[in-house]
C-alpha cells in the first residue's frame, strides 16, 4: 500500500493529461465548427446583405416609381394647373397694360372710407368692388388704352356718375355669366355699339383725363368690376362686406 496513492495521483493526472488532450481537440473541432459557421455567418451575412441591397434597391425602385408616380401626379397637378391657368389666359386678357404692378391702392375688397383711403381727397366709403389700375404721372397725358377681357357682348356705354365713361360687357367666366364694369373710360374713345360682339383682347377704348368731367372728377385709372350674374350692378362700393360676393376678384385671374 505505499504506492498507493503515488498510483492514484498518477492516475489522475494521466487521466487529467488525457482530458486536457481530448478538450483540445474538441475545441479545435468547434473552433473549425465556429469557422464554418463564421464562414457560413458571413455567407449569409453577405446573402442577406445582397438581399437586404435587393430589397434596398428595390426599396429604391418602388420608391422611384412611387416619386415618378407623385411626380406625375404632380405634373398632372401642374398641368391640371397650366390647363387651368391657360384656361384663364385664352379667356382672360389683361385690361391694361402691366395691369398687376398697377395695383397699387385699391385691391378688391378692401375697405374705404374719407380718412383712411389711399387716395385723397377721397368721396366714398364702403367695401371696394372692382380693383384699381393706377397710372403713372407719366401717363397724365399719354392715351391709356384698355383691353376687353372677355368674351361677350357690350351692353351699356354711357356717362355713369362717379365713374365717368363706362362700358359694361357680358361674359362668361368660369362657366358662370357675369357682367363685366370698365369705369372712369373717355367715354368719346369708344368706338364700341351696344349689343356688339367683343373678344377678349379688342381695344374698348381710353381712360379717361384725370380730375375731368371724363372720369367724373376722379383721378386716371381704370376701376374693373366684374358681377355675378346676367344682372348689371353700377356700384362701386357696398357697404357690407358678404355683399362683396355678388362680385368677382379679377385680380385671382391674372
Ligand atoms: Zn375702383
Do not use: C
Amino acid at each position: 500500500m505505499k504506492f498507493f496513492w503515488p498510483i492514484i495521483i498518477i492516475i489522475i493526472l494521466a487521466v487529467g493529461l488525457v482530458l486536457v488532450f481530448t478538450h483540445q481537440s474538441s475545441t479545435g473541432n468547434v473552433n473549425i465548427v465556429n469557422n464554418n459557421l463564421n464562414s457560413k455567418a458571413v455567407q449569409n451575412l453577405n446573402t442577406s446583405n445582397i438581399n437586404q441591397a435587393d430589397n434596398l434597391n428595390q426599396t429604391i425602385v418602388n420608391e422611384s416609381i412611387a416619386n415618378q408616380n407623385q411626380n406625375s401626379n404632380s405634373n398632372q397637378g401642374v398641368i391640371n394647373q397650366n390647363k387651368n391657368v391657360n384656361f384663364g389666359f385664352v379667356e382672360i386678357n389683361l385690361p391694361i397694360s402691366n395691369a398687376k404692378s398697377r395695383i397699387t391702392k385699391k385691391p378688391f375688397g378692401i375697405y374705404i372710407t374719407p380718412k383712411n383711403s389711399p387716395v385723397q381727397p377721397e368721396k366714398f366709403s364702403g367695401y371696394h368692388t372692382g380693383v384699381d389700375f393706377e397710372t403713372l404721372a407719366a401717363e397724365a397725358d399719354v392715351e391709356v388704352p384698355i383691353i376687353a377681357i372677355a368674351n361677350g357682348k357690350v351692353l351699356v356705354k354711357q356717362f355713369v356718375s362717379g365713374y365717368g365713361g363706362v362700358l359694361i360687357q357680358s361674359a362668361t367666366i368660369n362657366n358662370q355669366a357675369v357682367t363685366i364694369l370698365y369705369g372712369h373710360l373717355k367715354l368719346a374713345s369708344i368706338n364700341l355699339k351696344v349689343g356688339q360682339q367683343i373678344r377678349a383682347g379688342d381695344k374698348i377704348g381710353i381712360l379717361g383725363k384725370g380730375f375731368s368731367s371724363e372720369t367724373d372728377g376722379e383721378r386716371k385709372h381704370l376701376h374693373l368690376g366684374i358681377h355675378l350674374g346676367a344682372s348689371i350692378n353700377y356700384r362701386g362700393y357696398v357697404s357690407t362686406q358678404s355683399q362683396l360676393s355678388g362680385w368677382l376678384d379679377a385680380q385671382k385671374l391674372f
